[in-house]
């Protein structure tokens, strides 16, 4: 399976818009943004738990990074409330579930295959910071190395905001929304920005809370 497989182009998908798709496990369901293979795939989802649904145990070989968006997710290393990021890397393993629901963004298969680095953030309880000759932004950082960086960004309304990409960006509405390309993003969509472009937005009249992941693209092989 191939969606969205072609990492030159600017690819945007409004999740709202599409069908929720049933997984192989009782109970969760996903909107696929990009996906290359079949089950077992480089893949970018949001994933929808139902209560007391799960999935069976499993080893992460490629990695797995996901945000929770609604609800908790569980697994037997804790509970995960909105605004949880977490990082489990390749060769961790776990039991996904949810007893009271949840919705999740969920990245699989990318992480350099030497990783052994495990992240556990809440991010709801960080407050984000100014950022210098950023006017209107506040970043809370979540993970970032030689590879890639992940934080949210919060724009205040109306923000024009212009960020370089050299190694690509993904760029996913939390709340709010913003303009990019004549293009209007709410929540849950989806933008992803190939190696080499600039992101050019202007936050809604409400502002946006954004999740963005920079500088992986580049190490795109597929």
């Not at 991010?123 to 970043?139: C, F, L, M, T």
Request: proline share 7%.
């Amino acid at each position: 399976m191939r969606i969205n497989a072609d990492f030159s182009k600017r690819v945007a998908v409004h999740s709202s818009q599409m069908e929720w798709v049933r997984s192989p496990m009782p109970g969760v369901e996903r909107r696929m943004l990009d996906r290359i293979g079949g089950e077992v795939a480089r893949a970018t989802s949001i994933v929808r738990y139902a209560p007391g649904s799960s999935f069976s145990a499993h080893t992460h070989d490629g990695g797995e990074e996901f945000l929770v968006l609604e609800g908790i997710f569980q697994d037997e290393h804790g509970d995960y409330p909105i605004g949880s990021y977490v990082r489990n890397p390749p060769t961790s393993s776990h039991t996904p579930g949810s007893e009271p629901g949840c919705v999740i963004l969920v990245k699989l298969h990318q992480f350099d295959p030497t990783d052994r680095f495990q992240v556990r953030i809440s991010s709801s309880v960080i407050p984000p910071v100014a950022v210098a000759g950023r006017n209107g932004v506040g970043v809370i950082s979540l993970y970032a190395d030689a590879r890639e960086d992940v934080r949210i960004e919060v724009w205040d309304p109306a923000t024009g905001i212009r960020v370089d990409a050299p190694g690509g960006m993904e760029v996913f509405v939390l709340d709010g929304g913003f303009d990019e390309g004549g293009e209007s993003f709410s929540k849950h969509s989806w933008l992803r920005l190939p190696p080499g472009d600039t992101l050019h937005a202007v936050a809604g009249a409400a502002g946006a809370r954004v999740w963005i992941k920079s500088g992986h693209l580049s190490h795109v092989s597929y």
